[in-house]
T-cell receptor, first 109, second 114 residues
Framework: KNEVEQSPQNLTAQEGEFITINCSYS?????LHWLQQHPGGGIVSLFM???GKKKHGRLIATINIQEKHSSLHITASHPRDSAVYIC???????????FGTGTLLAVQP | DADVTQTPRNRITKTGKRIMLECSQT?????MYWYRQDPGLGLRLIYY???????NKGEISDGYSVSRQAQAKFSLSLESAIPNQTALYFC?????????????FGEGSRLTVL
């Protein structure tokens, strides 16, 4: 069983739609990261959260520690949101970073 | 200056050559990581370092070595490059003791081994 599972793997949405990307993990956690990677681009950290919910503009991240589940929501999606979104919980006792394989999001105008 | 700088950004080399990818950071973070990214496989950990004297192998360390020359510098070497090491390589830093766990990535080094 993979330590991190993301769903869906691919997502196509129309501009303006509400988008949800899910992340389930089996390892221990101190903080989980949501990352964004644009095509051909670098990787940036969107959120780091260890409880509850965080909001940044149109992006909202939530986490349920007991259920080992996190979601990333995008409200009023826009074509510039098209990217790969990756979740990363710390990798167990060693606290090394591990990553989901990512969700490829395409927002069409 | 970028928080995490990788050099070179692009490199084409031949099988058997020695290659070094360098990473430097200005965040003062204690933890540094090297990952490779291949299409469909996501980011896979090569090596990580929690301190200058603490270096650990990741899941795919064979064929690679690293050096943590200082808190701010972490280099990845391919002693004898082979074509299946063609990939996009990322350096990342994280400050658990310093920085509250923030995570920063370099812009990536695209390596092609012919």
């Amino acid at each position: 069983k993979n330590e991190v599972e993301q769903s869906p793997q691919n997502l196509t949405a129309q501009e303006g739609e509400f988008i949800t990307i899910n992340c389930s993990y089996s390892v221990g956690i101190s903080a989980l990261h949501w990352l964004q990677q644009h095509p051909g681009g670098g990787i940036v950290s969107l959120f780091m959260l260890s409880s509850g919910k965080k909001k940044h503009g149109r992006l909202i991240a939530t986490i349920n520690i007991q259920e080992k589940h996190s979601s990333l929501h995008i409200t009023a999606s826009h074509p510039r949101d098209s990217a790969v979104y990756i979740c990363s919980p710390p990798g167990g006792a060693t606290n090394k970073l591990i990553f989901g394989t990512g969700t490829l999001l395409a927002v069409q105008p | 200056d970028a928080d995490v700088t990788q050099t070179p950004r692009n490199r084409i080399t031949k099988t058997g050559k020695r290659i070094m990818l360098e990473c430097s950071q200005t965040k003062g973070h204690d933890r540094m990581y090297w990952y490779r990214q291949d299409p469909g496989l996501g980011l896979r950990l090569i090596y990580y370092s929690f301190d200058v004297k603490d270096i650990n192998k990741g899941e795919i360390s064979d064929g690679y070595s690293v050096s943590r020359q200082a808190q701010a510098k972490f280099s990845l070497s391919l002693e004898s490059a082979i074509p299946n090491q063609t990939a996009l390589y990322f350096c990342a830093t994280s400050g658990l003791r310093t920085g509250g766990g923030e995570l920063f990535f370099g812009e990536g080094s695209r390596l092609t081994v012919l």
